[in-house]
């Protein structure tokens, strides 16, 4: 059987693990969901590195169908063939392009297909796939074709939860949250990204990093991914631990929006760890 493990660079909880395997086990799609910057979009690359897989990705927008995942009719190529005489008009098959679930579908080998952030399309987008991931095949009507998987893809959907989806799709899913890791989990993630990190450092990025999370006037609070910017950023600046308390060194790779930068800059200026200077605060 199919079993994912986990990968030397994706740090994987137990209850994780098991709802990736259950899904696979299955052969039904597994629904992530969690704040941005918690890993679901990596944890597809993940599975692809770690069972050797092809992965293919359908990067879901506002204005996403459901059909373009299954193919596409170029009708406007085929009439400007018609009319300046291009070879094989008549070959309705020549104008039928794919979309990345027709691709699983077509793949000769299991691929793993990845619809990243679902809940950014209509409403309508999950129900109009009941039928395609459940059954896994579609009919194309312009050439009569059925479109049937060979092999199964392993199907990882994610949603940043701002839509609720339709009970009939949940239905179909193996779900799980990712919850923000704790600061145990988040320790384990860095030493899989940076190796043995000098502990003055780590403990002074975290405290503040989790400072900066609990703080309640943040619009948009900072996440794993920018967390290991940021230490990335204080590594190559060659920033030394005790400064991080004092000025909070590259405070925009951790902080996106100027309310946000506003708000940490007044918190940490209330004697908790920014140094003043002559031009006000200093990060």
């Known amino acids: 059987m199919t079993e994912f493990k986990g990968t030397s660079q994706y740090v994987v909880s137990e209850s994780l693990l098991r709802s990736v395997n259950i899904a696979i086990a299955l052969s039904k799609p597994l629904l992530i969901k969690g704040e941005p910057g918690t890993g679901k979009t990596m944890l597809a690359e993940a ?23 299954l193919y596409v009719y170029d009708t406007v190529q085929r009439l ?18 794919l979309g990345k679930l027709g691709e699983a579908f077509r793949s000769e080998e299991q691929v793993i297909l990845l619809i990243d952030e679902i809940d950014k399309a209509d409403l309508e987008f999950p129900n109009d796939l009941l039928w395609e991931l459940d059954k896994m095949e579609f009919y194309i009507p312009e050439t009569g074709e059925t479109i049937k998987a060979e092999q199964r893809p392993i199907v990882i959907i994610t949603s940043n939860a701002e839509k609720e989806l339709p009970d009939a799709f949940l239905r179909r899913c193996i779900f799980h949250y990712i919850a923000f890791p704790d600061r145990e989990m988040m320790q384990q993630i860095i030493a899989a990204h940076f190796g043995a990190l000098d502990e003055i450092l780590l403990e002074e990025t975290l405290r503040a990093f989790y400072l900066l999370r609990e703080m309640p006037a943040l619009v948009k609070k900072p996440s794993t991914s920018e967390l290991l910017d940021w230490i990335q950023a204080l590594r190559i600046g060659g920033i030394q631990p005790e400064r991080i308390e004092k000025e909070l060194p590259f405070a925009g790779v951790l902080l996106k929006k100027t309310e946000d930068m506003e708000a940490a800059e007044y918190h940490f200026s209330r004697g908790k760890g920014v140094k003043s200077g002559k031009n006000g605060v200093r990060w």
């Open 80 to 97: 400007y063939d018609s009319q300046f005489g291009g070879e094989g008009v008549s070959d309705v098959g020549r104008y039928i392009k």
């Open 47 to 69: 599975i692809s590195e770690a069972l050797g897989k092809k992965l293919l990705i359908w990067n879901v927008k506002s204005s996403t169908k459901a059909q373009d995942g």
